[in-house]
């Protein structure tokens, strides 16, 4: 018989998909507090490698656990084992500070020996949980609350006291937490941020610290960030300027960031410029914490955030920047300021434009057409903002790389926004991004009106007006073609051009939906079931950061967000595209992650951008990415002075 460590492990390493990335990611799980994750000297790694891993301490165990296994496991089992072993994270404080530090934290996990060792002991009660018993009790609280936002402020308190257990419980449950922590719940937690305001997460620049920027991101007390989300709050979602409370955003979006792309939460920083904001409500609100005056605009505004991308740089020069949620006024120019000289991308604009480009070409797939049929489409695209010209762009390419002309791609769009059909007679009003989509003729005319003449092939809504695709216009939208794609993109739910349930029902169950927030199956009259697929950039941009990071990227190219949408749509396995998934599951999300980033960074080496890839590491990139992807499991903690031999 095997020891109980050893069953732990072939449960663990055995089977699914899934698992094997775990496994993969063993080594990578440390966190330091030195610059480079596989820092510990080999003298240490020697005297720690008997150490037992939390996996030994469950409760109930019986064995001391310095104990050695007497059992040898079976062959296959070894592999599994030697993996199994984790370099000590060495800290420089200890005791109850050890305690209250979420990146250290195990609570009630620490075992005998550590409690001992870090000076925790009569700290804690007696008895040591294991992480899967520290989930379990966490998982029966949580199911427990009667609304999403109570689960969301839950799960945030859990960050705020042990990153571990709370990126264990995303990966271990992704499906159930993602809505919680993210889209569309952080919408929600946005609006009533100030007011429920617990402690600080991230770093805020205004007005009042010019001048002083350079200096502060020092006040971090982090020394190797590699992923930064920054919004200025003026476009959180499709509910508006949010000013400062929009700081949910890039914390939500850095917990996908840790726990789908395998950064390690001492690498991230969220971060909002607090540039003041625009919404009268919360200039007039005694509570609200951000400044309260109006929105800084002009050169102010553009120097403020050029001596953010400065001082960010400085301190951390590889570091990769991802804007957020800025007001496309403003978001394009930022993007085109800084994406050649610095490591950013916009994410509502690049990353959003890739993942609807994957899942385009699944739901191409899905009905049986070629996937290089996409200049053929018809592509009605309703909204033109930040979102809606991205996708209109990076679609626009993939047609080029497909080998279509640029007059058959720019044909295949109708581009709309509020006043109708963008048409050449508004030209001059217009971005110079959008104006190559401009069409012909029929300038302002209503996509009722653009569903009955043009009979698009695919619908995308990104326009933050709930309910615009009403029941006429989908119905048009059924009668032109067989098996229309419609995608309401916007966020969150309430923000959605339709639902899961309209879309089915007005289009008798055939269209192919994904939208930007989840939607459950909807079940219809005649018993059937239809599914339905989150498109959300939450596919593309952990990979896409992931990659860029691991190889130290000089820039992020639309060729590799090309790429990273070719990879995404190929995670897809054909029984989903059946019936008519267009993504992968989102439990599968570390997968897409890993497969995402190994492609980034191929394209990086192919276009000579790549400048911390070894020709060791470029041997097998797969294994290097899944060595590096961080996974959240307790590793043993020694005091940083006494391990020098
Ligand atoms: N699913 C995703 O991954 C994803 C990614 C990015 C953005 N989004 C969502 O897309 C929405 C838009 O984001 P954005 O950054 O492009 O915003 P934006 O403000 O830049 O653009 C909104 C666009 O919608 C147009 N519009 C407004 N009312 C309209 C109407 N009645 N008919 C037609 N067009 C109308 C506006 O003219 C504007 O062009 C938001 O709700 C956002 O949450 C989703
Ligand atoms: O945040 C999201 O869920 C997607 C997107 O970035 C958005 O702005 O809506
Ligand atoms: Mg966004």
Not at 101 to 106: D, E, F, I, T
Not at 305 to 316: G, K, L, T
């Amino acid at each position: 018989m095997l020891s109980s460590s050893a069953r732990v492990l072939a449960t663990r390493y055995r089977g699914n998909a899934s698992n094997s990335w775990k496994r993969n990611s063993q080594k990578a799980a440390v966190v330091t507090t030195s610059s480079s994750p596989t820092s510990s000297p080999v003298a240490a790694t020697r005297f720690f490698a008997t150490l037992p891993t939390e996996e030994d301490d469950a409760m109930d165990v019986k064995v001391s656990p310095w104990e050695v296994p007497e059992q040898v496991p079976d062959e296959g089992e070894w592999e599994g084992c030697r993996r199994n072993f984790m370099s000590p994270l060495q800290i420089s404080v200890r005791g109850s500070d050890i305690l209250t530090n979420p990146l250290y934290s195990k609570g009630t996990a620490f075992k005998n020996g550590e409690r001992d060792r870090l000076r925790l002991r009569g700290l804690l009660p007696h008895r040591i949980m294991n992480i899967h018993k520290q989930i379990d009790r966490f998982l029966i609280t949580l199911r427990d609350l009667d609304s999403n936002i109570r689960k969301n402020i839950m799960l945030e308190d859990l960050h705020d006291r042990n990153e571990t257990l709370y990126h264990r419980v995303l990966v271990d449950h992704m499906e159930e937490m993602a809505p919680l922590i993210y889209t569309p719940t952080v919408g929600q937690a946005c609006q009533e941020h100030s007011s429920r305001f617990r402690r600080p997460r991230g770093m805020y620049f205004s007005e009042e610290d010019r001048g002083h920027m350079a200096a502060m991101v020092y006040n971090w007390p982090q020394p190797d960030v590699h992923v930064i989300v920054v919004t200025d709050g003026s476009r959180i979602l499709g509910l508006g300027d949010l000013g400062a409370n929009g700081m949910g955003i890039p914390v939500g979006k850095l917990s996908l960031y840790c726990a789908a792309g395998g950064i390690a939460p001492h690498r991230v920083l969220p971060v909002v410029l607090d540039v003041g904001t625009d919404n009268k409500e919360l200039l007039e609100d005694e509570f609200y914490l951000g400044a309260q005056k109006p929105r800084l605009r002009g050169p102010e505004y553009y120097h403020l955030v050029d001596e953010f991308m400065e001082a960010v740089r400085y301190r951390w020069p590889n570091v990769l920047v991802q804007f957020e949620d800025f007001d496309s006024s403003v978001a394009q120019r930022l993007l085109d300021k800084y994406r050649n000289e610095h490591l950013c991308f916009n994410d509502d604009i690049q990353g959003t434009g890739a993942t609807t480009l994957a899942g385009l070409l699944g739901a191409i797939r899905a009905k049986g057409e070629e996937v290089t049929s996409l200049g053929d489409q018809r592509i009605l695209i309703v909204g033109a903002g930040s979102a809606g010209i991205g996708i209109a762009q990076v679609l626009y390419g993939a047609m080029l790389e497909q080998g279509y002309t640029e007059q058959q791609a720019k044909d295949s769009f109708f581009i709309c926004d509020q006043h109708g059909l963008i048409g050449e007679e508004r030209v001059g009003k217009l971005t110079p991004e959008t104006k190559p989509f401009a069409r012909a003729e029929d300038d302002g005319m209503s996509i009722v009106d653009v569903a009955k003449k043009h009979k698009p092939t695919i619908v995308l809504g990104v326009t933050a007006v709930g309910g615009l695709f009403n029941e006429e216009f989908v119905r048009e939208l059924a009668a032109g073609v067989e098996r229309p794609i419609i995608f309401p993109l916007s966020n969150p739910t309430v923000k959605a051009e339709c639902t899961a349930e309209q879309a089915f029902e007005w289009t008798d169950g055939k269209c192919i939906f994904a939208s930007g927030s989840p939607f459950d199956p909807v079940e219809m009259v005649d018993g059937k079931t239809y599914y339905t697929s989150q498109c959300n950039n939450m596919y593309v941009f952990p990979g896409v950061g992931l990659g860029a990071t691991l190889c130290g990227a000089k820039k992020v190219s639309d060729r590799m967000l090309y790429i990273a949408a070719k990879a995404l749509a190929e995670c897809v396995p054909e029984e989903d595209l059946a019936r008519g998934q267009v993504f992968p599951h989102i439990s599968k999300i570390r997968m897409v992650s890993h497969k995402i980033a190994v492609a980034v960074i191929e394209e990086a080496m192919r276009d000579g951008l790549a400048t911390k890839i070894s020709a060791e590491d470029a041997k097998d990139l797969n294994e290097f990415v899944a060595r590096k992807m961080y996974y959240p499991e307790y590793v043993p903690i020694v005091e940083k002075r006494t391990i020098t031999i």
